[in-house]
């Protein structure tokens, strides 16, 4: 071995530090036995057993090169290197506890918020009770709703303005990863009044696609599904930008809308609107969370995206 080489035939101040350092659980082992005095007591307080501890010392005792504990039937005593390199220890095992105070103070003001951006559909039918529960699991976190069209969730993502996100489009917007949730239907409604009310045959889908109709603005999910299904869309008799404005005017008669069929159930079931059905198209469509590719939900965020899916 030449003078520059370690014990162990590697050159001196070689390697990286977790190669040369011992680990924390050494180290606080170290400790327990300078304060104890006896190689079996720090064993049980740290919950290892004795040959365990016995090990762990001879194995901190090889990397270092030197000895640390002197071993005798009256219990264990540090040697000189052993007291110096526990000194060393201590204020290692400090500057790591003081590191995990401050992660756990980041986590803990990251699970005390929590910023979600839904498509109009989700948030004005599904997340109010999910945050409710949610709430019951978390009441010490904060939580604003940011609610737009699909394509505006994407945004609010990408550019780190929302922690989680759901849509009701075709297809996972650009950039995100995505988990189904649910499944939806979009239904052809109208007003009683409408000659459409008292049809006694099911529309076709060059009727409906040739019809103007009170719709959402473009990047909503139901439009997106509605055009790709129809193969095309005729220009809108109005166009709204909210699930809620377009069902107020298709009751008042202005004229008729397609609509999910979780934002209609009321008004269906009290007859200030009539289904109208539709033979040889496909209106489902899926329910979608979505978060920034390559980073999954965690804290809160995880915890209600569990939720939708209880």
């Known amino acids: 071995m030449s003078e520059a080489e370690g014990p162990g035939g590697q050159r001196e101040g070689t390697g990286t530090l977790a190669h040369r ?30 040959p365990a501890a016995s090990s762990r010392v001879r194995s901190m005792e090889r990397q270092l090169g030197v000895a640390l504990v002197d071993r005798s039937p009256r219990g264990s005593r540090l040697t000189d290197a052993g007291v110096l390199v526990t000194d060393w220890a201590r204020r290692v095992v400090e500057a790591a506890a003081a590191f995990d105070a401050g992660a756990r103070a980041l986590r803990d003001r990251r699970d005390s918020r929590l910023r979600v951006a839904a498509s109009m559909t989700i948030a004005e039918y599904l ?14 976190t904060a939580v604003s709703l940011l609610a737009g069209n699909s394509a505006r969730v994407a945004e609010l993502l990408l550019s780190g303005e929302a922690d989680l996100g759901f849509v009701e489009g075709l297809s996972v917007p650009a950039g995100l990863d995505a988990v189904v949730i649910g499944h939806d239907r979009l239904i052809v409604v109208t007003a009683p009044g409408h000659p459409w009310a008292r049809r006694r045959r099911p529309l076709s889908p060059q009727e ?59 008004e269906l079931a009290l007859r ?7 033979e040889g198209v496909s209106l489902r469509r899926d329910l979608r969370a979505v978060w920034p590719k390559g980073h999954r939900p965690t804290g809160p965020a995880r915890d209600l995206l569990a939720l939708t899916r209880a």
């Open 208 to 266: 409906l696609g040739e019809t103007p109709l009170i719709l959402r603005e473009r990047g909503s999910g139901t439009r997106q599904v509605l055009d790709a299904a129809l193969g095309g869309l005729a220009r809108p008799l109005i166009e709204l930008s909210s699930t809620t404005a377009v069902k107020a005017s298709a009751v008042s008669g202005a004229g008729p809308s397609v609509l999910s069929e979780l934002a209609v159930r009321e």
């Open 21 to 50: 350092v011992p680990d924390l659980a050494a180290l606080e082992l170290l400790l327990a036995v300078a304060r104890l005095g006896s190689l079996g007591a720090a064993a049980r307080e740290v919950g290892i057993t004795q």
């Open 127 to 140: 997340l109010p009770g999910w945050l409710l529960a949610l709430h019951a699991e978390r009441p010490d």
């Open 272 to 278: 200030r609107l009539v289904a109208v059905p539709v």
